[in-house]
């Protein structure tokens, strides 16, 4: 079966750094991605992992670990606008469908 | 450039009546397509993904259905709509033989009451 997990929600402050971790079960594996979502509105894309490291992207970097079914996305420098849901999503196989989790809802205060 | 369009943005529909969501791409050609609803307190389920005209694949057995009559339209019906059916659906299309991220379209509310 598939199934990602990933915390509901997390809170931090301005200027700080967060991590928020995702933990995957999929039946094959083919890349884990992270979308940014705001309220009311669709998912962005962000970033991209298909083999085990750090991809850096300005503010947001994305970790992956295979063996582990482990990825999580850091965020630097909070500003109030990365306040926002942050879904993680594997594919099992090139050219499928993504799976979602149900996403982490982030607020950043002042 | 590509873009994605869905519509309507926002509708309210009565239990029983029929539905009918329609996405369009433009800027690409044979994108794939999919259709996913997105309920309260819940992540984006998949519903329907199509590789093609004509071809649609279904995850999830419920009272919709899709239909692609042309290569860059992708639509979601319902004969009869159900309470269940309210969430946020949206429409995503990915590039093949791209990396795999989708680009979502705008999203449609519906509110089943």
């Known amino acids: 079966g598939q199934n990602i997990d990933q915390p509901t929600e997390m809170t931090a402050t301005e200027g700080a750094i967060v991590q928020i971790n995702c933990t995957y079960q999929?039946?094959?594996?083919?890349?884990l991605f992270w979308y940014q979502q705001h309220a009311g509105e669709a998912p962005t894309f962000l970033s991209y992992?298909?083999?085990?490291g750090l991809e850096e992207k300005g503010r947001f970097s994305s970790f992956l670990s295979r063996s582990k079914g482990y990825s999580y996305l850091l965020l630097k420098e909070l500003q109030m606008k990365d306040s926002a849901s942050y879904l993680c999503?594997?594919?099992?196989?090139?050219?499928?469908?993504?799976?979602f989790g149900k996403g982490t809802t982030l607020s950043v205060s002042s | 450039s590509q873009t994605i369009h869905q519509w309507p943005a926002t509708l309210v529909q009565p239990v029983g009546s029929p539905l009918s969501l329609e996405c369009t791409v433009e800027?690409?050609?044979?994108?794939?397509l999919y259709w996913y609803r997105q309920a309260a307190g819940r992540g984006l389920q998949l519903l329907f993904y199509?590789?093609?005209?004509?071809?649609i694949s279904s995850e999830v057995p419920q009272n919709l259905s899709a239909s692609r009559p042309q290569d860059r339209q992708f639509i979601l019906s319902s004969k009869k709509l159900l309470l269940s059916d309210s969430g946020f659906y949206l429409c995503?299309?990915?590039?093949?033989?791209?990396?795999?991220?989708?680009?979502f379209g705008e999203g449609s509310r519906l509110t089943v009451l």
């Open positions: 995503a299309w990915r590039l093949q033989g791209s990396i795999g991220e989708l680009f």
């Open positions: 999929t039946s094959g594996f083919n890349g």
């Open positions: 992992n298909v083999l085990d």
């Open positions: 999503a594997a594919r099992r196989q090139a050219g499928t469908a993504l799976i």
């Open positions: 800027g690409t050609s044979n994108p794939n």
């Open positions: 199509s590789v093609g005209i004509g071809q």
